[in-house]
Every structure is written in structure tokens, then in C-alpha cells.
């Protein structure tokens, strides 16, 4: 690793608890990071994306005693009660998590706590050898997480929630976290999980999530991101969908100066489906970037991911989705949408949708289209007596609402659409 990485990340891994059943994917992913350059915008992935910003930084991993508030909890206190696991700073919050909802056949706890059966899955997804750098330093690095197990034919019966909360206020520095998810439905089995990430100060969070649905198995997963607007928030999401299994992932992206999504879905068994659902909401200087991969490697599976952007003031939005249908995938159905608005004429979106299609009997498409509110629809609602801030607020929440809606708690579309009409000013500065 460089001097400049090794000051970014001085933690050794050789001081972080971890079950001994852990070491050697550790050990694997220490050597891959002590060999791998950090990204630069000189590379094609990294083009758009400068981590200078970042690299500046001098970050220590913490473990303090921080006291989560209850504030990321309370929307959502009544629809995920009994289901619930918190981590303030890396560590589990045992005090203000709760899984007394649960039944037997279902297993929701500390990744550290979990049972030899669901640990053998971990690192088989983000796996050490891969060319993903932030990924691996999550294996060397990472302190704790959130296991989800399902057994065959189970489903709970309450949204399951994550919440993984950093507190930098009052410390010295800036820290990091390294939050890990891991996530295996058996056959036949279903959950709805909603994975929050939240904090105050200045940090970075590194996340690695790994999805395995079991043929058969359905799973919901809506991932919040609403750091602090000084934090740093990379995450690698890896996915395995067996055959007839189908997930839905919705992610939404509010907060963090810096932000790269990184996930990677992999078909590997026939008529399986999924919808990759994205909205990113910025303003000021914030950039946020996401890099998908569908791969389609089995024949009969279906696709569809629709990713939007609302840009305000100077901020920066990055969209590099690619598909790919391997040789012999036939019968593939594959549909990608980017959409952005721009908000001021110093907003910036960069976008590129891509189809690699190895197989003759498909049916693949994708576009892309950037532009700005339309100023006869705003001249129709003024007419019709409604003030321009109220005008862009309805503007807004209807091209935000196709993908809010994809959220299946109530109360969670309600609080996003309340912020997206309550971001109006901020996101017009000069208004």
C-alpha cells in the first residue's frame, strides 16, 4: 500500500476482534490492499470521481461508548419493533436494539455472535481477491455487523432494520467505520430489510454488503443513506440470485460529501428477477456516484433498473450502470433508465449507460435523459394559482415519487417525500 494509503488507513488489523474463523480472508484481503494503488480519476471506473478530498485525510478507527439518540429510529419505531439492531461507531448498540419479535427460523444479530452455518457464506460474494480496493479493506478492517439468516419456507413477519450511526462529535480526528452485512434466504424464504446510515461530524464510513436469496426466496432491500454532510460513504453491494428468486433493491442517497455506490448483482439460476431502484437528492458541493454491474449469466431472467438524480447548486452526479448478458443468457429481458434534473446551471450530471449483450435472443434496452424542471409546467401551476416554491416542490415529489414508491413502509415514503419538499430552498440557493 502507499504512504499515503497507509495514513489514510494506519489501523492494523491484527488489533480488531474477530472470530478465528475469520482470519484468513483477512489475511488475504490485507495482502491484496498492500499491493493495490489507490483509485485515481486516470482510471476509467474513477473518471469522474476525484478523491483527493479524501486521501487528504487522516482517519482512525474508534470504538467509543457514543449513545446513539433516538432520532434515526422514531419514523420507523412502531413498523420495525422486535426487529431492530443498532451500531453507534463500529460497535453494537445492545441498549437500544431489539429482536424480541422474532421466531425461531429466523436468525438477526451481530455478525460476530453468528452461528457457524450462516458465518460460511461470509467473503464468498466481496471475496479478497477481487480488484475492489474499499471492499477489501472492509474485510481487513471491520470490527462488526449485521448478520441476517432465513431458514427454508420462513418469513418474518416485521421489517428487519439496520442502523449503523457514526458520532464524531467531540473527538479528535476523523474517524472511520467499517460496517459489514450479510444477508442468506434459504429457498422458499422472504424479508424486507431496510439498512439506515446516518451521523454527525466528520467520517467515513466503508460498507460491504453480501446478498444470497436461495431458490425461490423474495427479498425487499431499501438502503438509506443520509450521513452528515461531512462524511465520506463508500459502499460495494455484492448479490447472488438463484433460480426463480427475485430481489428489489432501492436505494436512496441524501447525504455525505463524497459517495460512491458500487453494486454488483449476479443471475446465477434461470427466471429470476430484479428491479435496482436508485434517487439521489444533493445540493452545495456534494457528489454522488454510482457504479452498477447486472450480469446476466444464465439464460430466462429479467431486469430492470431506473436510476434518478436531482442536482441542486454546485453539486455532481455520476451514473456508470453496465449490463452485461453472457454467451448463452438467452431469452434475457433487460431495461436500464438514467434520469437526471439539474437544478442551476452549475449542477453537473455524468452519465453512461451500458448494455454488453453476448447472446441473440434478447430483449435489452437503455437511455439516459438530463434536463431541467419544465418551465411550462411550472407556468401552469402558477397559473392555477400555486407559487413557484410550491410549483418545483410538486415538480420534484412527482419525479422523485416513482422511485420512493418502491419503498414498502409507509412512514418511510412519507419522511422522504417530506425532505424532498423541504430541500427546496437549499437546492435553489439563490432563490
Same mark, same amino acid.
Given at each position: 500500500?502507499?504512504?499515503?494509503?497507509?495514513?489514510?488507513?494506519? *489501523?492494523?488489523?491484527?488489533?480488531?476482534?474477530?472470530?478465528?474463523?475469520?482470519?484468513?480472508?483477512?489475511?488475504?484481503?490485507?495482502?491484496?490492499?498492500?499491493?493495490?494503488?489507490?483509485?485515481?480519476?486516470?482510471?476509467?471506473?474513477?473518471?469522474?470521481?476525484?478523491?483527493?478530498?479524501?486521501?487528504?485525510?487522516? /482517519?482512525?478507527?474508534?470504538?467509543?461508548?457514543?449513545?446513539?439518540?433516538?432520532?434515526?429510529?422514531?419514523?420507523?419505531?412502531?413498523?420495525?419493533?422486535?426487529?431492530?439492531?443498532? /451500531?453507534?461507531?463500529?460497535?453494537?448498540?445492545?441498549?437500544?436494539?431489539?429482536?424480541?419479535?422474532?421466531?425461531?427460523?429466523?436468525? /438477526?444479530?451481530?455478525?460476530?455472535?453468528?452461528?457457524?452455518?450462516?458465518?460460511?457464506?461470509?467473503?464468498?460474494?466481496?471475496?479478497?481477491?477481487?480488484?475492489?480496493?474499499?471492499?477489501?479493506?472492509?474485510?481487513?478492517?471491520?470490527?462488526?455487523?449485521?448478520?441476517?439468516?432465513?431458514?427454508?419456507?420462513?418469513?418474518?413477519?416485521?421489517?428487519?432494520?439496520?442502523?449503523?450511526?457514526?458520532?464524531?462529535?467531540? +473527538?479528535?480526528?476523523?474517524?472511520?467505520?467499517?460496517?459489514?452485512?450479510?444477508?442468506?434466504?434459504?429457498?422458499?424464504?422472504?424479508?424486507?430489510?431496510?439498512?439506515?446510515?446516518?451521523?454527525?461530524?466528520?467520517?467515513?464510513?466503508?460498507?460491504?454488503?453480501?446478498?444470497?436469496?436461495?431458490?425461490?426466496?423474495?427479498?425487499?432491500?431499501?438502503?438509506? *443513506?443520509?450521513?452528515?454532510?461531512?462524511?465520506?460513504?463508500?459502499?460495494?453491494?455484492?448479490?447472488?440470485?438463484?433460480?426463480?428468486?427475485?430481489?428489489?433493491?432501492?436505494?436512496?442517497?441524501?447525504?455525505?460529501?463524497?459517495?460512491?455506490?458500487?453494486?454488483?448483482?449476479?443471475?446465477?439460476?434461470?427466471?429470476?428477477?430484479?428491479?435496482?431502484?436508485?434517487? +439521489?437528492?444533493? %445540493?452545495?458541493?456534494?457528489?454522488?456516484?454510482?457504479?452498477?454491474?447486472?450480469?446476466?449469466?444464465?439464460?430466462?431472467?429479467?431486469?430492470?433498473?431506473?436510476?434518478?438524480?436531482?442536482?441542486?447548486?454546485?453539486?455532481?452526479?455520476? $451514473? %456508470?450502470?453496465?449490463?452485461?448478458?453472457?454467451?448463452?443468457?438467452?431469452?434475457? %429481458?433487460?431495461?436500464?433508465?438514467?434520469?437526471?434534473?439539474?437544478?442551476?446551471?452549475?449542477?453537473?450530471?455524468?452519465?453512461?449507460?451500458?448494455?454488453?449483450?453476448?447472446?441473440?435472443?434478447?430483449?435489452?434496452?437503455?437511455?439516459?435523459?438530463?434536463?431541467?424542471?419544465?418551465?411550462?409546467?411550472?407556468?401552469?401551476?402558477?397559473?392555477?394559482?400555486?407559487?413557484?416554491?410550491?410549483?418545483? %416542490?410538486?415538480?420534484?415529489?412527482? $419525479?422523485?415519487?416513482?422511485?420512493?414508491?418502491?419503498?414498502?413502509?409507509?412512514?418511510?415514503?412519507?419522511?422522504?417525500?417530506?425532505?424532498?419538499?423541504?430541500?427546496?430552498?437549499?437546492?435553489?440557493?439563490?432563490?
Amino acid at each position: 500500500m502507499t504512504e499515503s494509503a497507509k495514513a489514510l488507513f494506519p *489501523q492494523s488489523a491484527m488489533s480488531i476482534p474477530r472470530p478465528t474463523d475469520w482470519t484468513r480472508h483477512r489475511k488475504l484481503a490485507e495482502e491484496k490492499i498492500h499491493v493495490s494503488p489507490l483509485p485515481t480519476t486516470d482510471q476509467e471506473d474513477w473518471k469522474y470521481l476525484d478523491l483527493s478530498p479524501v486521501y487528504s485525510q487522516a /482517519f482512525n478507527q474508534i470504538w467509543s461508548d457514543a449513545s446513539l439518540s433516538q432520532a434515526p429510529v422514531e419514523d420507523l419505531a412502531a413498523e420495525t419493533a422486535g426487529g431492530r439492531l443498532l /451500531f453507534t461507531n463500529g460497535r453494537f448498540d445492545s441498549d437500544l436494539s431489539d429482536i424480541s419479535a422474532l421466531r425461531g427460523g429466523i436468525y /438477526f444479530s451481530q455478525l460476530t455472535e453468528t452461528a457457524p452455518h450462516v458465518i460460511k457464506y461470509f467473503g464468498n460474494l466481496a471475496t479478497p481477491d477481487s480488484s475492489d480496493l474499499f471492499a477489501n479493506i472492509n474485510t481487513a478492517r471491520f470490527g462488526d455487523g449485521a448478520a441476517i439468516y432465513v431458514s427454508k419456507g420462513q418469513s418474518p413477519e416485521i421489517p428487519l432494520h439496520v442502523v449503523f450511526n457514526s458520532n464524531n462529535i467531540g +473527538t479528535d480526528g476523523q474517524s472511520i467505520t467499517f460496517p459489514r452485512v450479510l444477508i442468506v434466504l434459504e429457498p422458499d424464504a422472504r424479508a424486507h430489510l431496510v439498512e439506515e446510515y446516518c451521523g454527525s461530524g466528520k467520517y467515513l464510513t466503508n460498507s460491504v454488503v453480501e446478498v444470497f436469496l436461495g431458490e425461490g426466496a423474495s427479498l425487499r432491500h431499501d438502503r438509506i *443513506q443520509r450521513e452528515s454532510p461531512a462524511a465520506f460513504h463508500f459502499c460495494t453491494l455484492r448479490a447472488n440470485i438463484a433460480k426463480s428468486a427475485s430481489y428489489t433493491s432501492t436505494t436512496i442517497s441524501l447525504g455525505a460529501a463524497i459517495y460512491r455506490h458500487n453494486p454488483k448483482i449476479t443471475f446465477a439460476g434461470e427466471h429470476a428477477e430484479l428491479e435496482l431502484n436508485g434517487l +439521489t437528492l444533493i %445540493n452545495a458541493e456534494q457528489i454522488a456516484d454510482t457504479h452498477s454491474l447486472i450480469d446476466h449469466a444464465v439464460s430466462n431472467c429479467a431486469s430492470r433498473q431506473l436510476q434518478k438524480y436531482i442536482i441542486g447548486d454546485s453539486a455532481h452526479g455520476i $451514473f %456508470n450502470g453496465q449490463v452485461i448478458v453472457r454467451p448463452g443468457a438467452q431469452r434475457t %429481458n433487460a431495461g436500464q433508465s438514467s434520469r437526471g434534473l439539474l437544478l442551476t446551471e452549475r449542477a453537473r450530471i455524468d452519465t453512461k449507460p451500458q448494455l454488453e449483450i453476448y447472446a441473440d435472443d434478447v430483449k435489452c434496452g437503455h437511455g439516459a435523459t438530463i434536463g431541467q424542471l419544465d418551465a411550462d409546467e411550472l407556468f401552469y401551476l402558477q397559473s392555477r394559482g400555486l407559487d413557484l416554491n410550491s410549483a418545483r %416542490n410538486l415538480l420534484l415529489v412527482g $419525479f422523485a415519487a416513482d422511485v420512493i414508491n418502491h419503498l414498502a413502509l409507509p412512514c418511510l415514503r412519507h419522511r422522504l417525500l417530506h425532505h424532498v419538499i423541504h430541500k427546496d430552498q437549499s437546492l435553489y440557493p439563490n432563490s
